[in-house]
Each structure stands twice: as structure tokens, then as C-alpha cells.
């Protein structure tokens, strides 16, 4: 990839966005049958083509005259949620108001998105997934690579909307809907108002600027009630981490102050009549914490199995009642990274959102991950490993959480019509821990039958 065709490709999808925005279909006809004509009527004296010729450049000349003097006081509000689900249409309301003496009929409304145009470093070194399978000429020339990271940084699409008409000095209501297809956060400039001429052939455009965002959740497939076998664990520090449920912030007695403790614990209504300081004793906490590790290590930027395997810890994240138990997120990315949810220390969403920024590691191994594991395993009553791939080391994870014996669910996403017969488990000892494949063409039932 040469920095001359990359700003060939820069050029081109200029063209083309300047082109859906500005030229309707009915204009697309009129300037191919200009051309045609043009060239058919050359010679003026063997053919009348050209009285079309001159009759068609008459009307691209007015259309595009009308359509530059496109421009009126408007304004633009948008009521946009938070978040949005791959896969997922997301409806959301946006205002526009009128601000000047006159109505405005025949208007259209389209979102524009920030400029999703790849870095040359990002064009060279982030192939295409299934870009080996193209013919040659195909992967040398690039430009479906190009198209392929156009899509995957712009991740949601939007269709234009017509708009009702605006009274003077008023403002109108319009239903916009996102189509988002990957994970990840969508950044949105403001909004084209269009307004075809008296043709129909050329769009005046004027750009509503509004910048906003938001983010796109990973997709979640159904997941059966998984229990894992573990029970309560002692947690360190339990009253800051517990909320009211089962055997949390249990009150034991009072005593008096001794140097070191922590001054959460005094209590100060007793201080208060004593005059000296006193601390409360609570019950040491137990309740159900479950480890859910996300293997992130691929030598690529992305593929799809790092996608279907960040969807799963999504299920899982969602599935699991936080109320009465903590998760916890464990992954590698650019450091480790160990977000808790649940009893009041974090919540779904957040953990959702944390899943939509993930991203590949692809410079560290996986025995990073392994330490904050084990410095935890005391406090876990169960683990969910998801993995891209089952080697020497995520083995040898497993078999530490197995002598430890913490109960422990092992999915593997593989590739498409992979069974479990395809792995050699043999290192698989322990009776708590369970091994299951999740191949990339049949993950939903899969899921469904664990």
C-alpha cells in the first residue's frame, strides 16, 4: 500500500459522500443521459441529440444554481440515549426549529458522522478478515480493506428522513433511527438539511453542526442459568464491598478505640455521649464472587472471534444476578484491567460499556493476565474463562484454578465446525472444572445447551 493510492482512496470516498448528499437518483440519470447524448450528437449536422444535449445542461445548470443558494436559519436538538446494542435499531427523536419569517417545506434530514477515513498506518497494517480468500489483484490493490475499515470506524449507518413542514418561528419534530452493526463508541458531527431543487436532480445541503456521542454495547445472545458449584467465599474488607443482601453489614458489639483502625468504623453517635472514641465490630462478610476472565490475546488488531468472544462476556454480564453476588471483568489490554459489579460497587452497564472499548492485545502474552487471577482465587467461589484459543498457558491456567478447586466454566470460541473432539482436554482433571467449544457458526444453541 502506497501513499499515493491512499489518498486516492481519501479522494474517492470524498467524491462519492459529496455525491450521495448532493446528486438524487433522478439527477444520476439526467447527467449519465447527458453525457450520452453529448456524445452522441458531435456532429450536430448528422444528428438533432444535441437540442437533448443543450436541453438537459439547461436543467443540471438550474437545479445546481437553485440548490447553492440553500441557506436558512435553523437550528438543531437531539434526544439521544446513552447506548445502543449492535444489531439493534435505535430510534431517537431530534428538533428542529425554524428561526426565520417563513415556512420550510420539502426538507430532508440526514446524520452526519465523524470522518471514519482510516489512518495510512491503520490501512497498512489492519488487514481485512477473510482477505487471504480475495483474488490477488484484490489484495494488492486494497481498496476493499479501505471500504472494510470505512465501515468498522463509523459502526452505524442512518437513513435520510423527510421533515414534516416548519411554520415560521417554530420547530418540528423528526424520528431518527441508528443501525448499529459493530461495538464501540459512535461519534456524531451534527445533521445535512437537504432540499431538492424543482427538479429533483440536486440537493441544497446545509450542515446543522452537533456534536454528540454514544456508545455501542457489544450484542448479547440468551444464556440458560448458569451455576457454577462454589459457595460463599470470606471477603476482605466485606462491609465497604457488601450491600444489604444475605449476610452483609452484620452488627456485632462496640469497644474502645485502638490505634490502626480504620476511622469508617468509629462510631460517632457513641463517641459522642462517651466523649472518647469508640469502634463497632461487624461480622466478617461471605457471599458469592465469580471471576469472569476475557482472553484479549491475538497477534491482529481484530477478528471476529475476538468479537463473538467479547458478545459472550457480555451474556454472561448480563446474566448474572449482581445483586446478590460480585463479577468480576478480568482482561488485558493496553495494562490489566479488573472491573468489579455488583452489591452496589458497580453496575451492568458500566460493565457493558467497559466490554464496548475493549480492544486486542497483541504485545503481551497471556500469562500477563494470570497473576491478577491467582491473587484473587482466595475470594472466588467460581470462574468463567473465555478464551480465543487453547494452548500451553490458558491450560495451565486452567489447571491452577483446578487445584485450587474453584469451579470453573472453560469456553473456547473456535472456529466454524469445531467440536470438543477437535481439543485435547486431557489436562482437564479436576470434576468442578467443565470444558465446552463454541464454534463461530452455531454459538447461540450452543449457548442455550450448557
Request: charged share 20%; glycine share 8%; with cysteine.
Given at each position: 500500500?502506497?501513499?499515493?493510492?491512499?489518498?486516492?482512496?481519501?479522494?474517492?470516498?470524498?467524491?462519492?459522500?459529496?455525491?450521495?448528499?448532493?446528486?438524487?437518483?433522478?439527477?444520476?440519470?439526467v447527467?449519465?443521459?447527458?453525457?450520452?447524448?453529448?456524445?452522441l450528437?458531435?456532429?450536430?449536422?448528422?444528428?438533432?441529440?444535441?437540442?437533448?444535449?443543450?436541453?438537459?445542461?439547461?436543467?443540471?445548470?438550474?437545479?445546481?444554481?437553485?440548490?447553492?443558494?440553500?441557506?436558512?436559519?435553523?437550528?438543531?436538538?437531539?434526544?439521544?440515549?446513552?447506548?445502543?446494542?449492535a444489531?439493534?435499531?435505535?430510534?431517537?427523536?431530534?428538533?428542529?426549529?425554524?428561526?426565520t419569517?417563513?415556512?420550510?417545506?420539502?426538507?430532508?434530514?440526514r446524520?452526519?458522522?465523524?470522518?471514519?477515513?482510516?489512518?495510512?498506518r491503520?490501512?497498512?497494517n489492519?488487514?481485512?478478515?477473510?482477505?487471504e480468500?480475495?483474488?490477488?489483484?484484490d489484495?494488492?490493490?486494497?481498496?476493499?480493506?479501505w471500504?472494510?475499515?470505512?465501515?468498522?470506524?463509523?459502526?452505524?449507518?442512518s437513513?435520510?428522513?423527510?421533515?414534516?413542514?416548519?411554520?415560521?418561528?417554530?420547530?418540528?419534530?423528526?424520528?431518527?433511527?441508528?443501525?448499529?452493526?459493530?461495538?464501540?463508541?459512535v461519534?456524531?458531527?451534527?445533521?445535512?438539511?437537504?432540499?431538492?431543487?424543482?427538479?429533483?436532480?440536486?440537493?441544497?445541503?446545509?450542515?446543522?453542526?452537533?456534536?454528540?456521542?454514544?456508545?455501542?454495547?457489544?450484542?448479547?445472545?440468551?444464556?440458560?442459568?448458569?451455576?457454577?458449584?462454589?459457595?460463599?467465599?470470606?471477603?476482605s474488607?466485606?462491609?465497604?464491598?457488601?450491600?444489604?443482601?444475605?449476610?452483609?453489614?452484620?452488627?456485632?458489639?462496640?469497644?474502645?478505640?485502638?490505634?490502626?483502625?480504620?476511622?469508617?468504623?468509629?462510631?460517632?453517635?457513641?463517641?459522642?455521649?462517651?466523649?472518647?472514641?469508640?469502634?463497632?465490630e461487624?461480622?466478617?462478610?461471605?457471599?458469592?464472587?465469580?471471576a469472569?476472565i476475557?482472553?484479549?490475546?491475538?497477534?491482529?488488531?481484530?477478528?471476529?472471534?475476538?468479537?463473538?468472544a467479547?458478545?459472550?462476556?457480555?451474556?454472561?454480564?448480563c446474566?448474572?444476578q449482581?445483586q446478590?453476588s460480585?463479577?468480576?471483568?478480568?482482561?488485558?489490554?493496553?495494562?490489566?484491567?479488573?472491573?468489579?459489579?455488583?452489591?452496589?460497587?458497580?453496575?451492568?452497564?458500566?460493565?457493558?460499556?467497559?466490554?464496548?472499548?475493549?480492544?486486542a492485545?497483541?504485545?503481551?502474552?497471556?500469562?500477563?493476565?494470570?497473576?491478577?487471577?491467582?491473587?484473587?482465587?482466595?475470594?472466588?467461589?467460581?470462574?468463567?474463562?473465555?478464551?480465543?484459543?487453547?494452548?500451553?498457558?490458558?491450560?495451565?491456567l486452567?489447571?491452577?484454578?483446578?487445584?485450587?478447586?474453584?469451579?470453573t466454566?472453560?469456553?473456547?470460541?473456535?472456529?466454524?465446525?469445531?467440536?470438543a473432539?477437535?481439543?485435547?482436554?486431557?489436562?482437564?482433571?479436576?470434576?468442578?472444572?467443565?470444558?465446552?467449544?463454541?464454534?463461530?457458526?452455531?454459538?447461540?444453541?450452543?449457548?442455550?445447551a450448557?
Amino acid at each position: 500500500m502506497n501513499p499515493l493510492r491512499y489518498k486516492a482512496f481519501r479522494l474517492i470516498y470524498s467524491a462519492d459522500q459529496w455525491r450521495s448528499r448532493r446528486v438524487t437518483p433522478g439527477g444520476v440519470a439526467v447527467v449519465a443521459g447527458f453525457a450520452l447524448v453529448g456524445g452522441l450528437g458531435l456532429d450536430s449536422t448528422q444528428s438533432l441529440t444535441y437540442q437533448i444535449f443543450t436541453f438537459l445542461g439547461s436543467m443540471l445548470i438550474l437545479a445546481v444554481a437553485q440548490g447553492i443558494r440553500f441557506r436558512d436559519r435553523l437550528s438543531l436538538s437531539r434526544s439521544l440515549p446513552r447506548f445502543g446494542t449492535a444489531g439493534v435499531p435505535l430510534s431517537y427523536r431530534v428538533t428542529l426549529t425554524n428561526h426565520t419569517a417563513h415556512w420550510q417545506r420539502g426538507l430532508w434530514l440526514r446524520e452526519t458522522f465523524a470522518d471514519p477515513r482510516p489512518s495510512y498506518r491503520e490501512l497498512r497494517n489492519t488487514p481485512e478478515p477473510g482477505e487471504e480468500q480475495r483474488n490477488r489483484f484484490d489484495r494488492s490493490l486494497g481498496y476493499y480493506r479501505w471500504l472494510w475499515l470505512i465501515r468498522r470506524n463509523q459502526r452505524a449507518t442512518s437513513q435520510r428522513v423527510a421533515v414534516p413542514p416548519i411554520p415560521p418561528r417554530s420547530q418540528v419534530e423528526v424520528m431518527l433511527t441508528l443501525r448499529p452493526y459493530s461495538r464501540g463508541a459512535v461519534h456524531l458531527t451534527g445533521a445535512t438539511l437537504m432540499r431538492p431543487d424543482l427538479f429533483g436532480l440536486f440537493n441544497g445541503c446545509q450542515h446543522l453542526p452537533l456534536a454528540q456521542s454514544l456508545w455501542i454495547l457489544p450484542h448479547r445472545y440468551p444464556l440458560p442459568l448458569v451455576q457454577l458449584a462454589g459457595g460463599r467465599r470470606y471477603q476482605s474488607g466485606g462491609v465497604a464491598l457488601a450491600s444489604s443482601v444475605g449476610e452483609s453489614d452484620e452488627f456485632m458489639a462496640l469497644r474502645d478505640y485502638r490505634p490502626g483502625d480504620p476511622l469508617r468504623k468509629i462510631h460517632w453517635k457513641s463517641w459522642a455521649k462517651l466523649d472518647k472514641p469508640v469502634v463497632r465490630e461487624d461480622q466478617d462478610e461471605f457471599f458469592v464472587r465469580h471471576a469472569l476472565i476475557l482472553d484479549t490475546f491475538q497477534a491482529e488488531a481484530y477478528s471476529q472471534t475476538l468479537e463473538e468472544a467479547i458478545a459472550l462476556a457480555a451474556s454472561f454480564a448480563c446474566s448474572f444476578q449482581t445483586q446478590e453476588s460480585l463479577l468480576d471483568l478480568m482482561f488485558v489490554g493496553l495494562e490489566a484491567y479488573c472491573f468489579t459489579a455488583g452489591r452496589g460497587l458497580g453496575h451492568t452497564d458500566q460493565m457493558l460499556e467497559i466490554l464496548a472499548s475493549v480492544v486486542a492485545c497483541g504485545d503481551k502474552p497471556f500469562s500477563s493476565l494470570v497473576p491478577s487471577v491467582v491473587e484473587r482465587s482466595d475470594l472466588l467461589s467460581g470462574c468463567i474463562c473465555i478464551f480465543l484459543q487453547w494452548d500451553d498457558d490458558r491450560q495451565g491456567l486452567v489447571q491452577q484454578l483446578g487445584a485450587l478447586r474453584i469451579p470453573t466454566l472453560v469456553l473456547v470460541v473456535a472456529a466454524a465446525g469445531q467440536t470438543a473432539a477437535d481439543f485435547d482436554t486431557r489436562v482437564i482433571t479436576a470434576p468442578t472444572t467443565r470444558f465446552q467449544v463454541v464454534p463461530l457458526d452455531n454459538i447461540a444453541p450452543t449457548l442455550l445447551a450448557l
